[in-house]
Nanobody, 123 residues
């Protein structure tokens, strides 16, 4: 029911900024909580942050708090991840995900996933 497409990834130097976008299909986008996950080579997929469907509350993993900001634009069916003060440790494939209703930090709770976009941070 929901198709998600990430964009905005690329190569950036440490300390730089990058903004990722996630475009969602459908007319009920506002009913879905959205999240960003990432997966570095050889590591498990990791929760980055989420934004809820109702109040728009945001949640972040500790390693990105103060550096990353999640937002959504329901009129455009878009979710964004603004990444500042990037570190080499942020290098990963970033995925957006959606679930109808409550937000979660758990990967298995999300029903829809994008294809991922590569973010590479050089030192």
């Amino acid at each position: 029911q929901v198709h998600l497409v990430e964009s905005g990834g690329g190569l950036v130097q440490a300390g730089g900024s990058l903004k990722l976008s996630c475009a969602a299909s459908g007319r009920t986008f506002s009913n879905y909580s959205m999240a960003w996950f990432r997966q570095a080579p050889g590591k498990e997929r990791e929760f980055v942050g989420a934004i809820s469907y109702r109040a728009g509350n945001t949640y972040y993993t500790n390693s990105v708090k103060g550096r990353f900001t999640i937002s959504r634009d329901n009129a455009r069916n878009m979710m964004y991840l603004q990444m500042n003060s990037l570190k080499p440790e942020d290098t990963a494939v970033y995925y957006c995900a959606a679930v109808l209703g409550l937000a979660s930090m758990k990967e298995s709770n999300y029903d829809y996933w994008g294809q991922g976009t590569q973010v590479t941070v050089s030192s």
